[in-house]
């Protein structure tokens, strides 16, 4: 049974989040996602379009499916995904539709001494989180109501780049970097697509801080991690960037979901069986 009929457009649906996304809601919402690499399975999908963000007009797509709730999960050339954004926004002044935009940990870069929650001022030395700046403060300018700001860490999950990649380096005997220093929270495209459900379900709205309640050091995680997926004798490359413990983690303080959609470091570490 579809909920409330809403129909729903996802931004970057042939990447590893927005996919994961796509299955997670297409049963419940009528559910449309662009994809850019021309792979048969989503050619043949009558939900999903081609966009390329560098020659496309989102707005020309948005007049075609007229979307309630747009998920913006884009990835690639920068100065296009501001584009695209500027004119989603104009889209959204006026039209009856909401934008949940997938931030990232990385907009509070530059401050390393605490955890971030949800009100704190952003601030990024990165080239990817200032990006990500720029686009929520876009949104901020809108009224509340008309958008969601998901601010994540790093996802893992079985088939999540980071595992992968993490298996072709064991496989070719090549160094795996961890950062002893850095302490960090997590989620996995699981409980991250559960979480985004959750959200568009229930017309939320605001800032939300999209990670594991707990926080773990970089270099314990990716040891578990790969203790899960199998017994293997990996080499790690251990990476100072300075000697002072630093933190890049979300943590969630003002707009916390319910108990069932929280999750801890461990149940991420747990998740992983091998696969």
Not at 74 to 102: M, P, W
Request: net charge neutral; charged share 25%.
């Amino acid at each position: 049974m579809k909920e409330g009929g809403k129909k729903i457009l996802i931004l970057g649906g042939s990447g590893f989040i927005g996919n994961a996304i796509y299955k997670e809601l297409c049963n419940y919402f009528d559910t449309y996602a662009t994809y850019y690499s021309a792979r048969n399975s989503f050619e043949d999908n009558q939900q999903f379009f081609r966009y390329d963000m560098q020659e496309d007009d989102i707005y020309q797509l948005l007049e075609k499916i007229r979307p309630q709730v747009i998920v913006s999960a884009l990835r690639g050339n920068f100065s296009a995904q501001i584009q695209a954004h500027q004119h989603i926004v104009e889209y959204l002044a006026t039209n009856d539709c909401k934008l949940f935009f997938l931030s990232s940990a990385n907009v509070f870069d530059a401050y390393s001494k605490y955890p971030s929650y949800e009100h704190d001022k952003t601030l990024s030395e990165s080239v990817y989180g200032r990006l990500k700046i720029k686009i929520e403060n876009m949104l901020l300018r809108l009224p509340k109501s008309k958008m969601g700001i998901l601010r994540i860490p790093m996802v893992f999950g079985n088939s999540s780049p980071r595992v992968k990649e993490m298996k072709r380096f064991i496989w070719n005997n090549e160094p795996i970097e961890v950062f002893p220093n850095l302490i960090i929270n997590v989620t996995n495209d699981d409980i991250l697509t559960q979480q985004i459900h959750y959200l568009i379900n229930r017309d939320q709205s605001g800032i939300f801080h999209l990670g594991s309640y707990d926080l773990v050091h970089h270099e314990d995680f990716i040891k578990e991690i790969l203790d899960r997926i199998g017994s293997f004798n990996p080499i790690f490359k251990r990476v100072f960037t300075t000697n002072e413990e630093r933190y890049l983690a979300v943590l969630p303080k003002h707009n916390k979901l319910p108990k069932n959609l929280q999750i801890s470091y461990q149940q991420i570490i747990d998740h992983h069986v091998i696969g």
